[in-house]
């Protein structure tokens, strides 16, 4: 998953809301802590060694996990995942939709230095430079004039935010948002300390520069290793902070990470491995949360032959997905034949985006060989090697050898496997320098655009090559309006031309897979992957 990382509409379905408090186990190791002064530590690997911590440029679910406990947005998600002031003291919408008046508590970051409204913007305007290259610059592509700066067609002070004191905000929608308020609770929408951010060009990157103005503060980090994060005096919700330490490890191994936990060296992780997920289901320490996600895998739509749409379907529907959640993953994945999960509303009262939209993935060995011998590769004769990326952090292997077996077996297609850490293999699939690579996606929010948006042409995250007019029309065409019924057809004609051309292989829907100490209580985990910490405390 690249993320995403992410975020919720106040109105969210039953199901992902049992979701939202994780209870966890205890040990001596976290027992301990709680001794003298009410000292209570906490130790979670979130999954790898950050890409970055720059709330503007960060794209990934390890990323999303640390930052999400050392900032703070100007709503933060409550227990049933709606969006609450946090950093706003009150935030006022005009009757269009199109005007947010909001109004700044008096809040400090973890430095001292006063947290104002032109920190906000300032921030803002960094993820939407064109210099910057954010992956996540369209996540603010609903401000007016937004798209158009960071395309080079417009000027940094047309962008609508304004500043009209250093207590207020006055933003300007393009269009009407449901779930922007949401949105301000996200990742790329943090505050970064700008008076920091000019003293020390590269902030984010060690423990004695970092700034937050979340629950915690970083207090030290040794790269790819530990970060220990403890609670921030200058949060302007202390007093509802009741870990005095946090710690992250940063191993990329999760069944490194898995045989810590069993030795009560650490508290909790989450997506073990799938021989952990058998063992930890039997033991009954598994714990699972619905999760608004989808496992995928893009194609690298500008080299031949993946620039042929036949031989894209042909790779997609040669694939067994539910033998590959019963032998492979094991985690109690749903078969994903579409792209965007199940769990997001459609136009209609208690109707299920995924539900009207149907499937479009039909797995036909026969007709994969067909397509296959059409795009010119009889029984696979002739067709170039192929080489599979998957990122080392995680449990991507074992599948990317599964799907390399299908391949061979079903098609006659010989199949090379890459397996890079994860900054190397972000940067690998940015550059589109990969045949096949391995990814996933977290919803943002809860509407099918956190899934639909990132395919339109030149998004940073599509990274597949694949541009389709239609396609992004369709796209406008839902963003330009505040009409459902309009909103979710533009966004089901989009899905039909992005599972028709397939630029993408769907594989599964996710389901969050953890495990966590029994004493611990009160961790937030929302269905887009997060763990909050901000309200956990040890039994």
């Not at 962008?159 to 250093?166: L, M, R």
């Not at 700034?211 to 921030?232: A, E, I, Q, R």
């Not at 989009?494 to 996710?510: D, V």
Request: net charge neutral; with cysteine; charged share 20%.
């Amino acid at each position: 998953m690249i993320r995403k990382k992410k975020w919720l509409v106040s109105v969210l379905s039953a199901a992902l809301v049992l979701g939202s408090v994780v209870t966890g186990c205890g040990t001596s190791s976290t027992q301990a802590t709680q001794g003298a002064g009410k000292q209570m530590k906490v130790s979670f690997d979130p999954g790898a060694e950050p890409k970055t911590l720059d709330p503007q440029m960060s794209d990934g679910v390890p990323e999303a996990i640390m930052e999400m406990n050392l900032f703070e947005g100007l709503t933060r998600l409550d227990k049933n995942n709606n969006p609450q002031l946090a950093i706003a003291k009150s935030i006022d919408v005009s009757a269009d939709g199109l005007t947010y008046t909001i109004k700044l508590k008096d809040t400090k970051f973890s430095n001292g230095d006063p947290l104002t409204a032109d920190d906000f913007k300032a921030s803002w305007l960094h993820a939407l430079d064109p210099a910057a290259a954010s992956n996540y610059a369209y996540q603010l592509y609903y401000f007016k004039n937004a798209k158009e700066y960071n395309a080079g067609k417009a000027t940094a002070d047309q962008v609508g935010i304004e500043v009209k004191d250093p207590h207020t905000l006055v933003l300007t929608l393009a269009a009407p948002t449901p779930y922007f308020k949401s949105l301000l609770a996200f990742q790329t929408y943090y505050p970064v300390d700008q008076k920091n951010v000019k003293a020390n060009k590269n902030w984010n990157t060690e423990a004695k520069t970092f700034v937050s103005n979340g629950p915690f503060m970083m207090k030290s980090w040794t790269h790819s290793d530990t970060m220990t994060l403890v609670k921030n005096p200058n949060y302007w919700d202390a007093a509802d902070v009741k870990l005095s330490e946090l710690d992250f490890n940063l191993v990329e191994d999760h069944k490194a990470a898995a045989t810590a936990f069993d030795a009560g060296q650490l508290d909790g992780l989450y997506d073990p491995t799938p021989e952990d997920i058998v063992r930890y289901k039997k033991s009954g320490t598994l714990k699972q949360a619905p999760q608004l996600g989808t496992y995928f895998y893009r194609f690298n739509t500008t080299k031949a032959p993946l620039n042929d749409p036949r031989v894209r379907e042909a790779l997609s529907i040669c694939l067994n997905r539910q033998d590959l959640i019963t032998n492979v993953f094991k985690g109690g994945q749903t078969p994903a034949y579409a792209y965007v999960p199940g769990g997001i509303p459609d136009a209609a009262p208690g109707k299920d985006f995924r539900t009207v939209g149907g499937n479009f993935i039909t797995e036909d060995i026969a007709k994969a060989k067909q397509l296959l011998a059409a795009a010119g590769y009889p029984d696979g004769k002739n067709f170039p090697t192929l080489t599979l990326l998957y990122n080392t952090n995680g449990t991507h292997q074992l599948p990317a050898q599964a799907i390399q077996d299908f391949w061979h077996k079903n098609l006659g297609i010989n199949v090379k496997l890459l397996g890079q850490e994860w900054q190397v293999y972000l940067q690998t699939m940015q550059n589109l320098q990969y045949d096949v690579a391995r990814a996933g996606w977290n919803g943002d929010y809860i509407d099918p655009m956190t899934f639909m948006d990132m395919f339109t042409t030149g998004n940073g995250e599509n990274q597949t090559g694949w541009s389709n007019a239609q396609y992004d029309k369709d796209i406008q065409t839902a963003k330009n309006t505040a009409d459902q019924a309009v909103r979710m057809k533009a966004m089901h004609d989009a899905e039909n031309i992005l599972m028709k051309e397939n630029p993408i292989m769907p594989i599964y829907f996710y389901v969050q897979n953890y495990v966590m100490k029994d004493n611990i209580k009160g961790v937030l985990v929302n269905p887009m992957g997060d763990f909050d910490f901000k309200t956990a405390y040890l039994q």
